[in-house]
């Protein structure tokens, strides 16, 4: 499975943008994708996830009510909308995927991974 994350960028605080990730390879055997981000002298952390079945997501506290994860899944892609961004986003987002079923929330639990997208929000 190959990943490929965009549409990270510069904006303010209380903006929107959208992630997405593009996914090839073996996609069928894809179970859940995940988003995690990363900031300046952090550990990763697990941002949500969705199953590429059924669709079912799940957040971390950082995310729920402010983001949102789909999928569309015609064109093997996931996307991360974010609203109301807040500067500590700022962030490198990626994406990754996890080959064995059930939410996963741990970096050690997927499989394979995509680069990193920036996101910066300004305050």
């Known amino acids: 499975v190959q990943l490929q994350a965009s549409g990270g960028g510069l904006v303010q605080a209380g903006s929107s943008l959208r992630l997405s990730c593009a996914a090839s390879?073996?996609?069928?055997?894809?179970?859940?994708m995940g988003w995690f981000r990363q900031a300046p002298g952090e550990e990763r952390e697990f941002v949500g996830v969705?199953?590429?079945?059924?669709?079912?997501?799940y957040y971390a506290d950082n995310a729920k009510g402010r983001f949102t994860i789909s999928k569309d899944n015609a064109k093997n892609t996931v996307y991360l909308q974010m609203n109301s961004l807040k500067p500590e986003d700022t962030a490198v987002y990626s994406c990754?995927?996890?080959?064995?079923?059930?939410?996963?929330?741990?970096?050690?639990?997927?499989?394979?991974w995509g680069q990193g997208t920036l996101v910066t929000v300004s305050s």
């Open positions: 990754a995927a996890a080959l064995r079923p059930g939410i996963r929330t741990s970096t050690r639990a997927y499989d394979y």
């Open positions: 390879g073996r996609t069928f055997s894809t179970y859940v």
């Open positions: 969705i199953t590429w079945s059924g669709g079912v997501t």
